[in-house]
Every structure is written in C-alpha cells, then in structure tokens.
C-alpha cells in the first residue's frame, strides 16, 4: 500500500467519524425523556471484565449448573423437535403453554404458595420482564416505588427507566423493617407523593443474602395494603435455602396484594430464559396485555423444553443436590473472610441464596477498590450499585454461586490485601 493510499484511507475513516459525529447530535433530540434515564448494568460491566483468564469472579450470581445432566437436556430437547418440532419452532399463545404454567404452579406449591390457579400465570422472559412489565403497567413518571436497601440492580435500573423515584427502605439482620417502612410512607405521603410498589426479594435478598423473617412478612404486606401499595415480590432464591425448608412467600396468604415473580434461572438454567408472574385475578388482563406487547409470545422451544425436562427429571433431588452445593461454597466463602479479612469488616450469614455482603468501616468507598481487585486477580461487586443513592459505599458484594470452594479460598485470599490497606488508611485518615 502506498503513502497515497493510506492518506486516502485515512480521510475515508475521518469522513465517516465526521458523518457520524453529526448524525449523532442530530439524533440525540429524537431520545425520549425516559431514555435518558436507561443506565448500563453495574454487574454487567464487571461480568465483562470477569471472564478475563486466570481472574477469580466472586461478583456475578451464576447459578452452579455442575450436576445438571446435560445428556439428558439433549435428549429431552432432541425429543422435543422430533415429536414437537412444528410447534416448538411456531408462535405459540401469549401467556404461555398451558403445560408450563400447571409445571409452575405445581413449583410453586412446593414452596407455599398453594391452590394458585395457572389461568393466573404469565410466562415472562425471565423474571426482570415481570419487574419491567409491573412498571409499565403501574408506574407514572413521578410515582414512588420501595424498595429495600440494598436491593437488586437490574430492579433498580428499569424502574429508573421508567422516570420513578426510588426510595430506599431500610434493613437490618432480619430483613425490612416495618417500622421503617411505616415511617417511610408517612414521610412520602405527607409530600403529596403518590407510592405504587413494594419491591421486594424476602428470601436471600440479592445483593445482602438477607431473609425477611417469618415474623415480619405478614406485617409488611399489611401495612402496604393499609395504604394501597401493590407488593410486588422478586423470589428466584426462595427454594435455595440451605436446610430445605423455604419460608412461605408473601403471595401465599396475600392473593390479592401480591404480584409473585419467580424464575427457572436459578432452579434449572438462565440460558432457558423463562420466569413467571403469578398475578392477581383483578389484575391480570393488563399485566398479560402489556407483556404480550413487548414479547407477543414467549419461546414455544424453550417452554415445551423446560416443560418435558421436569417431567422426565427428579428435578426435587436436583434442587437438593444444588442446594447442598451453595451451601458447601458458602461455608468456604464464609470461612476464607474469617481467616484472610481484617477484624474491622463484617458480612452477612446468610442461609440460602447466592451473596454474602461485606461491610468496611464508614468512610471507605469501595467502588475504587475495584481496580485494585482486579490487578490482584479478583472481582467483586461494589455496593454503590445496589442502592438508588449516588453516594459513595463502604460495601461490597461476593458471589459464591458460581465457584469452586478451592477458587472461592482463593479469590479471598487475593482480595483481603486490598481490604486490609483500605481498612489501614482510612483509619491513618482518622487519627
């Protein structure tokens, strides 16, 4: 290639960047007020930066998929297109097969909620769609929706996105506190503000591993019936519990206060992509009109898939082989913070779930720590992304879920020296 040639090239690429420069200031007038408010995903940036060779992820929420038979997911798929195939490649209804939601309501009587109706079911595409539609449905720019402190990130992104103010509700060991929650919505009332949902994750609480006590569940629910707040309930975790006991979920005894959002992603595989809403009947002609209009019909593939899997499959025995799993890799987690981290961190214990929730003393922000982490072979979430506030956070959160008791040993390892000058410095910074 000649210098001319390569001058030419040059004032190509040039042109092009100009031109699109100028398409873009012309488009940005074109963006709705809501999509400026779309954010990128915290986890997801750092998932990216976590798939880097010889990295220690403690930071994404990957479910173990270590003893799913996959040989008997290729058959059962294989069986599926041979015996299936023109419906399973077709569109098929709205709301979903009606195989898959008598499947889900038969899953979830296994955790409490009994006697649902699968006329009251709505196939989303993962449980995050039933959050996203619960907003759309209910939310006006303007509107408050609740949510615990910390909560989910994906949560609080899309109900940002629909121009909601999100207020934080307070929690201690034993999950939200009523008396907090009380206190909060007189507070927003006595401003004129307008409150619509409840959002909460009771069992296993992502980021804090937190549960909601069975003590308080009962009055939670009732104190946003007391002032029309709908509850919508984010429950992918509940039947992860360690002993095999899950606590019965707020929807069980609450029908027409609660919008139950359930998951296969944690029990079986996020690759399937399928969650559920469990509505109620009042509300259930809007809830499945909007999800129709985003997605028209969830995956006829996936759900016939799913479908049979779990018919065929001891899929009880392999939730307590899972179980037994997270429980093995959090006692390693645990055990690795307590002989490697400084005695001036805490976490969460929890009993179930994916998380454990570490936090530093007041005036460390942990979000810089991140790029320390990562020079040193590990990664992690930073709390800052788990909470409405832009503030600073002296918390961060580790993910069990997917690691090796040996790599999670390692991973806490890798990370306590960065901890432990943070923890130095800041306290030098008192003194």
């Keep these: 290639m000649t210098s001319q040639d390569i001058a030419v090239d040059l004032t190509a690429e040039t042109q092009t960047a100009l031109e699109r420069a100028e398409a873009k200031h012309r488009h940005e007038a074109l963006y709705s007020d809501r999509a400026h408010n779309i954010k990128q995903s915290a986890v997801r940036d750092v998932f990216d930066i976590s798939i880097r060779p010889g990295l220690v992820s403690l930071a994404g929420g990957s479910p173990s998929l270590a003893k799913l038979p996959v040989d008997l997911v290729a058959e059962t798929a294989k069986r599926v297109i041979a015996e299936h195939g023109m419906t399973a490649l077709h569109y098929g209804g709205g709301k979903g097969t009606e195989e898959l939601r008598e499947l889900i309501c038969e899953i979830m009587a296994e955790e ?7 006329e009251d079911v709505v196939v989303t595409t993962g449980s995050q769609s039933a959050q996203d539609i619960a907003a759309k449905v209910f939310c006006n720019p303007g509107d408050v929706v609740l949510v615990e402190d910390p909560t989910y990130v994906g949560a609080l992104n899309t109900f940002e996105a629909y121009q909601v103010e999100v207020e934080a509700i307070g929690m201690d060991a034993a999950g939200l506190v009523p008396e907090e929650l009380e206190r909060r919505i007189a507070e927003l009332e006595a401003e004129g503000k307008t409150i619509k949902l409840l959002y909460t994750i009771p069992s296993f609480n992502n980021p804090s591993g937190i549960t909601l006590a069975a003590e308080r569940r009962q009055r939670v629910v009732d104190i946003c019936r007391e002032h029309n707040i709908l509850v919508l309930e984010d429950n992918p975790y509940g039947m992860l519990r360690f002993d095999g006991h899950p606590l019965t979920p707020l929807r069980a005894n609450n029908p027409d206060d609660v919008i139950y959002c359930g998951s296969f992603s944690k029990i079986f595989s996020p690759g399937v992509r399928l969650g559920w809403a469990l509505v109620p009947k009042h509300l259930y002609r809007r809830f499945y009109l909007a999800a129709e209009a985003v997605v028209l019909c969830p995956s006829s593939l996936t759900q016939l898939l799913v479908t049979e899997f779990f018919r065929v499959f001891d899929w009880r025995g392999y939730l307590a082989g899972s179980r037994a799993v997270y429980a093995e890799r959090c006692a390693a987690m645990l055990q690795a913070l307590a002989e490697y981290f400084p005695a001036e961190a805490e976490w969460t214990t929890p009993d179930g779930g994916f998380f454990v929730w570490v936090t530093l003393p007041e005036g460390i922000d942990t979000y810089p720590l991140l790029y320390q982490a990562i020079d040193a072979g590990v990664v992690f979430i930073p709390g800052a992304a788990f909470t ?18 040996e790599q999670i040993r390692e991973g806490v390892r890798r990370l306590a020296p960065v901890i432990r000058a943070a923890v130095e410095a800041n306290a030098a910074s008192l003194r």
Aim: proline share 12%; net charge positive; hydrophobic share 40%.
């Design 112 to 118: 409490g909620i009994v006697g649902a109706s699968s």
């Design 388 to 405: 409405p506030s832009d503030a600073p956070s002296n918390k961060l959160r580790l993910a069990f879920s997917g690691v090796a008791p």
